[in-house]
């Protein structure tokens, strides 16, 4: 039932290998976001894309490559990732950025496992 | 940075008992967003609140905006085992842009 959908749905990857995180939302908005869910961990805010263009990096290390090519599509482009970066990466949609009712919609995310 | 403290971080409870969590900040919020997050799903909207003082009602839950607008609460009345999962509270505050979100209940219902 959800307006937003990623793939894969579960990744295992090497530590050399690179890898694309697909995330889509059917929704009609224009602000995108990607999390990062670690165990025992609050969620993670990483990138926000608002109006295809990227309004927020949070010190998010470069092996993290996102890219918006319009406001349906969100990826995220891994290459040389670290065993630490395991974890469930969620992808949200919202009508717009900035507070006040923005509600974010989430997708059911990518549990990838970094060998 | 903003955080928010979610209470409590676990709960195991009897089928039919009800339930209470709640979300704390230091500071004032406009929003507050209630989600459920079952295992290996993303989270899913359960309740949204928009003004201090809202009780907003989703079946057997019922979550209210705070007054102070720094707390909301999330109840659930006669849990059933499909109300397992990690529930999180979220919200908007007036300096930032960005959701904030609370640290997670987990709940388990015994049936």
């Keep these: 039932e959800t307006g937003v959908t990623q793939t894969p749905r579960h990744l295992v990857m090497g530590m050399t290998n690179k890898k694309s995180l697909k995330c889509e939302q059917h929704l009609g908005h224009n602000a995108m976001y990607w999390y990062k869910q670690s165990a025992k961990k609050p969620l993670e805010l990483m990138f926000v894309y608002n109006f295809k263009e990227q309004t927020e990096n949070n010190s998010v290390p470069s092996r993290f490559s996102p890219e918006c090519p319009n406001s349906s599509h969100l990826f995220l482009h891994l290459h040389t990732l670290q065993p630490e970066d395991s974890a469930l990466y969620l992808c949200a949609s919202s009508q717009r950025t900035g507070g006040g009712g923005d509600t974010q919609y989430f997708g059911p995310g990518t549990r990838l496992t970094v060998l | ?111």
Excluded: H
């Design chain 2, 1 to 111: 940075g903003q955080q928010l403290n979610q209470s409590p971080q676990s709960m195991f409870i009897q089928e039919g008992e009800d339930v209470s969590m709640n979300c704390t900040s230091s500071s004032i919020f406009n929003t507050w967003l209630w989600y459920k997050q079952d295992p290996g799903e993303g989270p899913v909207l359960l309740i949204a609140l928009y003004k201090a003082g809202e009780l907003t009602s989703n079946g057997r839950l019922t979550a209210q905006f705070g007054i102070t607008r720094k707390d909301s609460f999330l109840n659930i009345s006669a849990s059933i085992p499909s109300d397992v999962g990690i529930y999180f509270c979220a919200g908007f505050n007036n300096a930032g842009n960005m959701l904030t979100f609370g640290g997670g209940t987990r709940l388990m219902v015994k049936p």
